[in-house]
T-cell receptor
Framework: EAQVTQNPRYLITVTGKKLTVTCSQN?????MSWYRQDPGLGLRQIYY???????DKGDVPEGYKVSRKEKRNFPLILESPSPNQTSLYFC????????????????FGPGTRLTVL | QKEVEQNSGPLSVPEGAIASLNCTYS??????FFWYRQYSGKSPELIMF????GDKEDGRFTAQLNKASQYVSLLIRDSQPSDSATYLC???????????FGAGTQVVVTP
């Protein structure tokens, strides 16, 4: 089954404790992206990756890191989480970049609900 | 100010009527737009993509893009209770991979 998986689905942690949210897709997609969703603010892009080893910042990259060493994986790293990073996080992938003009579907993972105390 | 703006709603629509959702954007360079539907507690799913001025139809959905006026809209014809969801508009402000979403419009279809 074609899917994007995220782990963990739920996480409660404390300020300053490094954490990683994993994201994996089995569709051989080039483009992957991380978003956070907060009430009233919609989805905001954190980082995106056009392909392996190529990543760039979205609108809200502060406090986050990513890496794309393999095509299928795109982990999100919070080196020193803070309460303002409490949010619902989505990973997504698509076979081409949004700018390709093909309008390929972005497949979203199930989301990770993170609470930082 | 957000680059992509939507009315948050809720937009209440009687079953069988047309739901009209609007989205405006500030970056004149934006080329393509996406409409996503998100049910409560679920992940977003793509329902429409448009990059040319004019209308694009897919089943009961019609997307309209007007680059001169910098707005994009979504019409849902013959609205059904299953259309009750939040609809997210997203645009591409540059030629790279950044994607900007509006805050979403909640649609409630009443039987």
């Amino acid at each position: 089954e074609a899917q994007v998986t995220q782990n963990p689905r739920y996480l409660i942690t404390v300020t300053g404790k490094k954490l990683t949210v994993t994201c994996s897709q089995n569709m051989n997609h080039e483009y992957m992206s991380w978003y956070r969703q907060d009430p009233g603010l919609g989805l905001r892009q954190i980082y995106y990756s056009m392909n392996v080893e190529v990543t760039d910042k979205g609108d809200v990259p502060e406090g986050y890191k990513v890496s794309r060493k393999e095509k299928r994986n795109f982990p999100l790293i919070l080196e020193s989480p803070s309460p303002n990073q409490t949010s619902l996080y989505f990973c997504a992938s698509s076979s081409s970049t949004p700018t390709s003009g093909r309008g390929d579907t972005q497949y979203f993972g199930p989301g990770t609900r993170l609470t930082v105390l | 100010q957000k680059e992509v703006e939507q009315n948050s709603g809720p937009l209440s629509v009687p079953e069988g009527a047309i739901a009209s959702l609007n989205c405006t954007y500030s970056d004149r360079g934006s080329q393509s737009f996406f409409w996503y539907r998100q049910y409560s507690g679920k992940s977003p799913e793509l329902i429409m993509f448009i990059y040319s001025n004019g209308d694009k139809e897919d089943g009961r959905f019609t997307a309209q893009l007007n680059k001169a006026s910098q707005y994009v809209s979504l019409l849902i014809r013959d609205s059904q209770p299953s259309d009750s969801a939040t609809y997210l508009c997203a645009g591409l402000p540059d030629s790279w991979g950044k994607l900007q979403f509006g805050a979403g419009t909640q649609v409630v279809v009443t039987p």
